[in-house]
């Protein structure tokens, strides 16, 4: 296997990785934790270092993800003495674990492989050079190996526990009523998205972490409704993103992990103007079209009051009916030729008169309104 393929196929896994618990944390309204986590990671990572000496030991993984859940546990402690909001909490532990982290890793780990750079932008480019040999075997980069594996973790994960975690996610009460520990449900999607964020961190650094948790989820969010199509979709467009990305690095000769950010921010861009129920350009058609539902009704009210009175010459002329309803001239003329060719009403002498169709359906209108 040759190292493009090496370098496309761990991108891929990385990006469906995150994305499977990327979608709870948005649904969470957790998004900026994502960014907290994947910073004060490195802490954990630092420590563990320190005290086993070695970059490939199991503990570094462990360490990692006790402190993930100790950011989580800290940052909640902190927001439920209500002295401060819970962005607050982030902006003030986060920093701190972190740059603990990094005065740590400058002081003791200056000439060990575990840079900041490395971990907040990834090389993704040298992954392939970092070998998985054993009896002389060459087994290919072990990227692929973790980010394989915490792919299979992640799938695995939200597969067992998809009731209880999708239960605790929308409704943590009834959750917790039918027996379910809502916090202990919690502190486990904690500890995969922990574990997620430091085994993919020197691949694709913590940047992209944060990209590939939570663009594809709130990109799939834009264009499904249900949790399923939602998981499925945030992990096609994070597996896009990585491919079309890393093409286009190459072709521009630019940053992979800036340019997968980028291209996951053109799907977003593009899904908020053009998704077809939620949309920009779907919430103006709707806002089009019950702004003209409205002037129907309106205007055939108007008619119908005005109707048999002597102020029906002036108030119910065609000349003179946007004056006295106060629209634009040609809003008035769509309205009245939309009520024309229903034949709600009819025009006679320059007056507009509402039909006997026109009279059933304000009644009925007006009912439905009043149900």
Request: with cysteine; hydrophobic share 55%.
């Amino acid at each position: 296997m040759n190292s493009f393929a090496e370098i496309l196929l761990i991108a891929i896994f990385m990006s469906a990785a995150c994305a499977l618990p990327g979608n709870f944390l948005v649904l969470r309204r957790m998004s900026m934790l994502t960014d907290a986590i994947s910073h004060t990671v490195l802490l954990g990572i630092v420590l563990a270092f320190l005290a086993v000496g070695s970059l490939d030991s199991p503990f570094l993984i462990i360490g990692a993800s006790l402190m993930g859940v100790l950011t989580v546990w800290l940052i909640e402690l902190l927001y439920q003495s209500r002295l401060v909001a819970s962005d607050s909490a982030i902006g003030l532990i986060f920093p701190l674990l972190f740059s603990i982290a990094v005065i740590l890793v400058t002081r003791y780990a200056g000439n060990v492989h575990l840079d900041t750079d490395c971990i907040l932008l990834g090389e993704l480019a040298f992954a392939p050079f970092d070998r998985l040999i054993i009896n002389g075997m060459d087994l290919g980069a072990k990227g692929l190996y973790t980010g394989g594996a915490v792919l299979v973790l992640s799938i695995a994960v939200i597969s067992l526990f998809y009731k209880e975690i999708k239960l605790a996610t929308f409704d943590p009460v009834l959750a917790g009523v039918l027996g379910f520990s809502p916090a202990v449900i919690h502190y486990g999607l904690m500890s995969l998205v922990s574990l997620v964020a430091v085994t993919s961190f020197q691949s694709i650094g913590s940047i992209l972490v944060i990209a590939f948790m939570i663009i594809p989820a709130m990109t799939a969010a834009l264009w499904t409704r249900t949790l399923s199509g939602r998981l499925l979709l945030s992990c096609l467009l994070g597996t896009a993103g990585a491919v079309l990305g890393i093409i286009g690095a190459i072709v521009s000769d630019s940053s992979l992990a800036g340019m997968m950010a980028a291209v996951l921010g053109v799907f977003f861009i593009i899904s908020l103007i053009f998704a077809p129920a939620t949309g920009i350009l779907a919430a103006f058609r709707q806002r089009k079209k019950q702004r003209f539902a409205f002037g129907r009704e309106t205007l055939l009210q108007h008619l119908l009051f005005h109707a048999g009175t002597k102020e029906e010459s002036r108030e119910n002329a065609l000349s003179t009916l946007s004056v006295h309803m106060k629209w634009p001239e040609t809003f008035t003329w769509q309205i009245c030729r939309s009520l024309l060719k229903d034949g709600y009403i009819t025009e006679r002498n320059g007056l507009l008169l509402p039909t006997e169709q026109g009279k059933a359906h304000n009644l009925f209108y007006r009912e439905n309104v009043r149900a």
